[in-house]
């Protein structure tokens, strides 16, 4: 049975050729992430912040009218007035 010796000159090799690669890795640049938002997306924001809506009088009589019991809703209402939004491009 043959054992490989080991001696100062194998050690120093082994630690040279790790510590190459650990300096390889620590001068690697660090990529970032980015985020674009597009035209469309812009757009929507702008028009978020132009049409600030404060429905909570509305949500709070329809609330009180679900819990009542006396909550209704017009089909042929709701479906005109979504057609009527496509038709302006609202959608």
Not at 32 to 59: A, M
């Amino acid at each position: 049975m043959s054992i490989n010796r080991i001696n100062a000159q194998t050690v120093a090799n082994i630690y040279n050729t790790n510590s190459n690669k650990v300096i390889s890795k620590v001068n690697k640049k660090e990529e970032t992430d980015r985020i674009e938002i597009s035209s469309l997306g812009k757009s929507l924001k702008d028009y978020s912040l132009d049409n600030n809506i404060d429905n909570t009088k509305k949500v709070e009589e329809i609330r009180e009218k679900i819990v009542n019991g006396t909550y209704s809703v017009d089909a042929k209402l709701t479906a005109r007035s979504i057609l009527d939004s496509i038709k302006e491009g609202k959608s």
